[in-house]
């Protein structure tokens, strides 16, 4: 089966500008979690959705949003965008609880300029 | 603060020896440990994981153990082959907040010499 597809896999984007990234999680799978990865913090929680419903949010500013569709398909969007938002945006998608292991994207490179 | 560690960034072995990564954490309240790999462009790969409440768990040349008064885990890798070069993490689920998510740690770099 097709596994969690995320798009796109670069970008590169202008401080100041508002960026979208897009996720499809595993068939059947409805839950869908967002992870930055930086070189200093390492894998970060951003948020977790569960059937349209954002169940979860990890310490980030508000400039961090996301939402889920009712197909499971996610995206995040992080407004005025900063140098520091330059990173690796994972997408996991679960069944149901994530100790029998989360499915990653290959992620989503976000470059800040 | 950072509750799970990984404090070696990197680790060399030669093949067929053993790999033994570590991590401690302080969140008495995990529930599940997980290991995951991580190949360079591409996302986490899934290892294995052991609840909280048991102190084994074995899945072919993979092994974790859970040592919960120290609060550390490691994994054993046995016996250690060239394509098990990749970065490692050590998660823990945190069901607090609402839902469940992955508290990871920094990784550790495993480099496996032919």
């Known amino acids: 089966k097709a596994g969690v597809t995320q798009t796109p896999r670069y970008l590169i984007k202008t401080r100041g500008q508002q960026v979208t990234l897009s996720c499809s999680p595993i068939s059947g799978h409805r839950s869908v979690s967002w992870y930055q990865q930086t070189p200093g913090q390492g894998l970060q929680f951003l948020f977790e959705y569960f059937s349209e419903t954002q169940r979860n949010k990890g310490n980030f500013p508000g400039r961090f949003s996301g939402r889920q569709f009712s197909n499971s398909r996610s995206e995040m969007n992080v407004s005025t965008l900063e140098l520091g938002d330059s990173a690796l945006y994972l997408c996991?998608?679960?069944f149901g609880s994530g100790h029998y292991g989360y499915t990653f994207g290959s992620g989503t490179r976000l470059t800040v300029v | 603060d950072q509750q799970v560690k990984q404090n070696s960034p990197s680790l060399s072995v030669q093949e067929g020896r053993i790999s033994i990564l570590n991590c401690d954490y302080t969140n008495s309240m995990f529930d599940y440990f997980l290991w995951y790999k991580k190949y360079p462009a591409e996302g986490p790969t899934f290892l294995i994981s052991i609840s909280s409440i048991k102190d084994k768990n074995e899945d072919g040349r993979f092994t974790v153990f859970l040592n919960k008064s120290a609060k550390h885990l490691s994994l054993h890798i046995v016996p250690s082959q060239p394509g098990d070069s990749a970065v490692y993490f050590c998660a823990a689920t945190d069901a607090q907040g609402g839902s469940e998510k992955l508290v990871f740690g920094k990784g550790t770099k495993l480099t496996v010499n032919p």
């Open positions: 996991a998608s679960s």
